[in-house]
Antibody
Framework: QLQLQESGSGLVKPSQILSLTCNVSGGSISGGGYSWNWIRQTPGKGLEWIGNIHHSGTTYYNPSFKSRLTISLDMAKNQFSLKLTSVTAADTALYYC??????????WGQGILVTVSS | DIQMTQSPTTLSASVGDRVTITCRASQSITRWLAWYQQKPGKAPKLLIFDASSLQRGVPPRFSGSGFGTEFTLTISRLQADDFATYYCHQYNSFSSFGPGTKIEI
């Protein structure tokens, strides 16, 4: 059974970098046919797709984040990562990683709460 | 970008009821729509993809229909385990989600 687990800093200062990693177990991220996604959830904006990466390294970013976002893949560690720069309080959210199977998200991590505060 | 709306926002129902949730897209997404169930403290769970295909392991009381801009999720006979929030998700152009419909007693 595929499992995804988010990790990273739960507290980030405004203007700094939010960094998260998603560790994938029970399957390889190097196989084709899937995308590896970041999604966040807030009470105000609901579920918001942030972006994804494919095994080829091709990335697709939500235009709302494009200038601040980097998603990368580490096949040796079977994990993928998110970096979001210049964060503000509006980036406070529950962040999920998820696998996309031809786009619907069929496996999700449990989520990690990230708070942006000084 | 494609905006998704859902109705109703909240739905009061009882065990055994047939319930229907509607999702509308701001432009045609053909059949590229999924439905998820989310319970408090948990990640969303995929129920339906490609508008009407049932995800493996999901009970057949869940069904989806629609094409273009209007879609529905139907639960034929509501069970106690189905009280949750439901989200639609379009993946025709990037991804975006509806605001959710909460089914409560």
């Amino acid at each position: 059974q595929l499992q995804l687990q988010e990790s990273g800093s739960g507290l980030v200062k405004p203007s700094q970098i939010l960094s998260l990693t998603c560790n994938v177990s029970g399957g390889s991220i190097s196989g084709g046919g899937y995308s590896w996604n970041w999604i966040r959830q807030t009470p105000g904006k609901g579920l918001e797709w942030i972006g994804n990466i494919h095994h080829s390294g091709t990335t697709y970013y939500n235009p709302s984040f494009k200038s601040r976002l980097t998603i990368s893949l580490d096949m040796a560690k079977n994990q993928f990562s998110l970096k979001l720069t210049s964060v503000t309080a509006a980036d406070t959210a529950l962040y999920y990683c998820a696998r996309g199977k031809e786009n619907p998200f069929d496996f999700w991590g449990q989520g990690i709460l990230v708070t942006v505060s000084s | 970008d494609i905006q998704m709306t859902q109705s109703p926002t909240t739905l009061s129902a009882s065990v055994g009821d047939r319930v229907t949730i509607t999702c509308r897209a701001s432009q045609s997404i053909t059949r590229w729509l999924a439905w998820y169930q989310q319970k408090p403290g948990k990640a969303p769970k995929l129920l339906i993809f490609d508008a009407s295909s049932l995800q493996r392991g999901v009970p057949p009381r869940f069904s989806g229909s629609g094409f273009g801009t209007e879609f529905t999720l139907t639960i034929s006979r509501l069970q106690a385990d189905d009280f949750a929030t439901y989200y639609c998700h379009q993946y025709n152009s990037f991804s975006s989600f509806g605001p959710g419909t909460k089914i409560e007693i």
